[in-house]
């Protein structure tokens, strides 16, 4: 029981949802043990772990708020300036992070900046931009990626 609950914890992160999705995966499991062959239980039950996290997210994510996911997007401690610690640090942290920025490729660039510094929401970036919604959220992702992956090479581990 202690394995399916931390594979659903790496879905979920969310200690009342992987308990709930315990709950569901073992009932779903009495009633597949019943018609499957089952040569290797764990591997089994953790696809079948697997496979019902990623389900429910889906059905989570399909119905969730488009503005939820922006704010959330929004709110990523990493790429905020006031994220980093004070004083000499913290300049060279947010030099860091603008070097960083000046390194994403042009509309990367120009969406990170609109949603992130200058508060736009996704409709305001496309119709500013003349884009799609979709090319914006992928263009902010990405960047969100490259930012990350930028940041991790050039900022000091102490």
Same mark, same amino acid.
């Given at each position: 029981?202690?394995?399916?609950?931390?594979?659903?914890?790496?879905?979920y992160?969310?200690?009342?949802?992987?308990?709930?999705?315990?709950?569901?995966? %073992?009932?779903?499991?009495?009633?597949?043990?019943?018609?499957?062959?089952?040569?290797?239980?764990? +591997?089994?039950? %953790?696809?079948?772990?697997?496979?019902?996290?990623?389900?429910?997210?889906?059905?989570?994510?399909?119905?969730?708020?488009?503005?939820?996911?922006?704010? +959330?997007?929004? %709110?990523?401690?990493?790429?905020?300036?006031?994220? %980093?610690d004070?004083?000499?640090?913290?300049?060279?942290?947010?030099?860091?992070?603008?070097?960083?920025?000046?390194?994403?490729?042009?509309?990367q660039?120009?969406?990170?900046?609109?949603?992130?510094?200058?508060?736009?929401?996704?409709?305001?970036?496309?119709?500013?931009?003349?884009?799609?919604?979709?090319q914006?959220?992928?263009?902010?992702?990405?960047?969100?990626?490259?930012?990350?992956?930028?940041?991790?090479?050039?900022?000091?581990?102490?």
């Amino acid at each position: 029981m202690h394995l399916v609950f931390g594979s659903a914890m790496k879905y979920y992160k969310n200690e009342s949802d992987a308990e709930d999705a315990v709950m569901d995966i %073992y009932e779903k499991i009495v009633v597949k043990t019943l018609t499957s062959d089952v040569s290797y239980f764990k +591997s089994w039950l %953790y696809t079948v772990t697997r496979n019902h996290c990623l389900e429910k997210l889906r059905k989570i994510g399909t119905h969730a708020p488009k503005k939820a996911q922006a704010e +959330s997007m929004f %709110y990523e401690d990493s790429f905020h300036p006031d994220a %980093y610690d004070v004083g000499k640090q913290k300049d060279e942290q947010v030099n860091v992070l603008h070097d960083c920025i000046n390194q994403l490729e042009s509309l990367q660039k120009t969406c990170v900046d609109l949603f992130y510094f200058k508060k736009l929401a996704y409709a305001e970036i496309a119709e500013h931009l003349n884009l799609k919604i979709g090319q914006v959220r992928s263009r902010i992702q990405n960047g969100r990626r490259n930012l990350k992956i930028c940041l991790e090479k050039n900022t000091p581990i102490h």
